[in-house]
């Protein structure tokens, strides 16, 4: 069972992961831009390097979306009170692996297995 205290900062830190990642979606949305067939519109870089970027970007922002579906299901289990038990067995996840990953829905068992 987690404190009433600890349970506001894992949301809080929860929600400022979240935050940062929303942030990085927003800062690096040009990139994802469909690459202009005219040169001049991407500057310096060659029409590959811009496809090439584009490419990266938008496998980063794949991944921040999965990230914050993973935050979004653990502020809710936050919020229920489910927060720190394992989605499939229902045993508490240990602490050092919810600290190395805040939003990990599995325990160290259920993920590997
Ligand atoms: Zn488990």
């Known amino acids: 069972m987690k404190k009433k205290s600890e ?29 202009e067939l005219d040169q001049s519109q991407v500057g310096r870089l060659s029409r590959m390097d ?24 653990a502020l809710i289990r936050v919020a229920e009170g489910e927060y720190g038990s ?13 600290e190395f990953d805040l939003a990990t829905p599995l325990c160290v068992d259920c993920a590997s297995g």
């Open 50 to 73: 811009a496809m090439q970027v584009q490419e990266m970007s938008l496998e980063q922002e794949r991944r921040r979306e999965i990230a914050i579906q993973r935050i979004n299901a």
């Open 86 to 98: 394992c989605l499939h067995c229902g045993e508490g996840i240990s602490s050092k692996r919810l």
């Open 7 to 35: 349970t506001k900062s894992i949301k809080h830190l929860l929600e400022n992961q979240r935050e940062e990642l929303l942030r990085q979606a927003e800062i690096t949305q040009e990139d994802r831009k469909p690459v």
